[in-house]
């Protein structure tokens, strides 16, 4: 059974950081580009970031560009989102998703993700 699961989510103030962890299971990632999105209440779900597996091509919004960056351990089979300098407008459920094996381009599609968590709440506060 395939399994996203994040964590680290939570409540902050502006300006300030977050560390959102998705640990993999239930099937191999070695080939499979990683990726983070949100949804802000009322907004349809949007790219964040993403990273292939097993080397360091990323790819970025435009929105966070410069101010989130997302690292991965693959002997943990973990991605990250560290998130910096946040806004009130960062505010979402962030959700981390895997592309299926052998599709190893950080897309920011969300229709070219294959398997997805469940989610974490990132609320920030002006």
């Known amino acids: 059974q395939v399994q996203l699961v994040e964590s680290g989510g939570g409540l902050v103030q502006a300006g300030g950081s977050l560390r959102l962890s998705c640990a993999a299971s239930?099937?191999?990632?070695?080939?499979?580009?990683m990726g983070w999105f949100r949804q802000a209440p009322g907004k349809e779900r949007e790219f964040v970031a993403a990273?292939?597996?097993?080397?360091?091509?990323?790819a970025y919004a435009d929105s966070v560009e410069g101010r989130f960056t997302i690292p991965r351990n693959n002997a943990k089979n973990t991605v990250y989102l560290q998130m910096n300098s946040l806004k009130p407008e960062d505010t979402a459920v962030y959700y981390c998703?895997?592309?299926?094996?052998?599709?190893?381009?950080?897309?920011?599609?969300?229709?070219?993700?294959?398997?997805w968590g469940r989610g974490t709440q990132v609320t920030v506060s002006s």
């Open positions: 990273i292939i597996w097993g080397g360091s091509s990323t």
């Open positions: 998703a895997a592309r299926a094996y052998g599709r190893n381009w950080p897309t920011g599609n969300s229709y070219e993700y294959a398997d």
């Open positions: 239930g099937r191999t990632f070695s080939s499979s580009a």
